[in-house]
């Protein structure tokens, strides 16, 4: 079945491309706001994409009703991967810039069920911090975060 293009869409997006039905793709999930389908470079069997249909280049220019209606989906499909595959474990994964390797710009949250010895390192060394820096930090957060709330 092939759909129309999202209004908001990216002809240059593969992401976009895939919700419209032009390039396929091994859809497991859909609703009227979101596709979920497998990653066709999968760290495990079951890596799975849940994305908003709406085209968004990252996560700071995705509407809030956009993240509202992905979560759900993200924690529906990581129950299906739970349930059918049983692995060790499940990472979630939502890569923002090229710092990020985002590799598509399109908003996107990645479902990888892991397996002990699978070599992915996504997890990082445990070392303290220096606690007067972090402080710093959460103040000068806590300072943009109010900002931003009294702009709207």
């Given at each position: ?16 491309k895939i ?11 859909e ?9 066709i ?18 996560l700071?220019?995705?509407p809030?009703?956009?993240?509202q ?21 499940i990472?979630l ?6 710092g ?5 710009l ?10 002990f ?16 820096e ?5 103040d ?5 975060i ?5 702009a709207?």
């Open positions: 079945m092939t759909t129309a293009a999202h209004p908001t869409a990216d002809p240059d997006c593969i992401f976009c919700v419209a039905g032009a390039v396929p793709c091994f859809k497991i999930y609703d009227d706001a979101t596709l979920s389908f497998l990653d470079n999968p760290v495990n069997p079951g890596h799975a994409l849940i994305i908003p249909k709406r085209h968004s280049p990252n700071l220019a995705t809030d009703e956009d993240l209606a992905v979560i759900p989906v993200v924690k529906r499909i990581a129950a299906a991967v739970q349930e059918e595959l049983s692995p060790d474990g990472n994964h939502q890569a923002n810039g090229p990020a390797a985002q590799s598509v399109h908003f996107h949250i990645h479902v990888v069920p892991r397996r010895g699978d070599s992915l390192v996504v997890n990082w060394e445990l070392r303290p911090g220096d606690k007067g972090i402080a710093a930090v959460a000068r957060l806590k300072r943009a109010e900002r931003n709330r009294a709207g």
